[in-house]
């Protein structure tokens, strides 16, 4: 499955939502437990370039199907805040600039340090890196999908639902982007196998883990991957990681779950 | 979208506070894609540039798309944190791809390498690579240390690389007014003009602001290779660059906008630039017995 930059690059767009009718949330509003959850997956959007800095200290700045992919993402990605944006504020959530810098402004050290030391460990190991930083976006990308859909299904709002496919189907092209980068990318290099899976194994978090606090965090997790359905949701996710090669036995995002004791 | 204002380097003042506040969401909302479907490359068959505008778009090119590289050294520091510069930065490195984009057609479609202009000596491929490492830790401890005050300096370094890219392209036009060539750049403008109508202002503010925040940039600015992204360029491209399309008069009227920043008023960024990029130009021409005598006045 080869992943084709320049027909991706020509055909990024921004969501669309214009055509839906969203004075349907006024009649018909969607509950607070939702709203919660939409205020997070918005939020990350919005986040999507803190995310972006982190993987630019590595070295896969200087490629140029990554960077061209990258930049393309970082502006879709940034899309779906808007649309969700535009979702809340239906139900006079108001989501600004401001306020998400405020939200920033609260990750602190930790967050300072953390791409000082991706790159000083992404530059000790080189270009395997990159396959890192390329599975690690799939993981992310697959649960983003995943979540959309899900959230999607669950909620059988009829705008709401449109909405949310139309943005999982965005966010299905990025996995393909990362999915086919780190599939090449750690079928070359036994390095990159064996790093991988010791980034992911100790170092990876659901989307939003860093960003959100850990009551945010638990609350999206139950909310959309708790119970027998959410859990097939995690169980295909991790799945889809394992295939990866050198990533086998990997289940990471159901790790994630236990953890947080989420209940199956 | 044309209009002849766009066609003359801007010499009335270019840092005052607008208005009405710079609408990121409508800039974000109405951002400028790719400009494949309106560029005849046939007509460039018929009737093509010189080859000294090719190499020049080329080199025009690696700017536009170094974006991602001139994230990553911002992105490290505070200034990543203001949601509103990012989504300005978000817009902004779409709309240059694009640019980058049209203007690599243009250089395919004359038989040129676009690469051509990144060659590196095995010496200088090391000592970047050295500094590409480093850059962004450096970066990140000094600029954190420094705190909020670091969003001007990258602001005021994107106004001062809009002006010199923003003139080399009207040179362009004067130079060789192929009306195709002419018609994307007059829409290059466009977009760049919006680019501005949001660092300007933004730079103005922040510098005006902050004692700090101008000592910094002064700094800063003083130590950046322009135009930003030189320096993992060809340095014979980049004296092809300024020798080709800038002379001193040009430099100068670049450095007076400069010097009409807060705090950066004795600065001379561009004629410095220009200098240093002739010198390394004439020195390596002599090194290969070529003629030196360039058209340099600086």
Redesign the interface.
Known sequence: MAFDIDKYTETSTKVAWQDLDFSEFRDNPLPEGTLRSLRYMCDIEYHTVCYLRDMLVTPSHKDEDVTAFMTMWNREEFWHGEALAAVLAEHDVIVDFDELKATRLKLGWKDRLDPVKQSLLGNIVGSGFIAVHMVWGAANEWSAVAAYNRLADMEKHPVLAELLRRIAKQEARHVAFYATQARERLGKSKKAQVLARFALKNFWGPVGSGVMTDDEVKHVMGHLMGGPEGRKEAAKIDAHIARMPGLAGLTIVQDALDARGIAA | MSGENTMTVDETDPIRPPATRFD??DF??T?V??H?DEIDLEAFAANPLNPETVRSLAYLRELE?S???Y??NV??TPT?????V??F???W??EK?WIA?ALEQIVLAHDFDPASVVDLSRFRAFALEFA??TT??VE??RA?AIGPDVVGVHLATVAVDEWVVEAAYLQLIEADPNPELVSLLERVLEVKKRHRSFVEPETDRRLADSARARKLARRALRRTAWPVGASSLAKSETAVFYESLFDAGLAERIDVRVRRIPGLDDLHLIRTARRQALARGNRTRSSQGTDTKGGTNG
């Not at chain 2, 990543?80 to 509103?84: C, G, L, M, P, S």
Request: proline content about 3%; overall charge positive; glycine content about 2%.
């Open positions: 990121v969401r974000a909302r951002a894609g790719s494949r798309r974006t991602m590289t994230l990553r992105l490290v990543h944190k203001d949601a509103r990012t989504a930065l978000t817009t490195a779409f791809y984009d590409e490492r962004p830790i990140s401890f954190n």
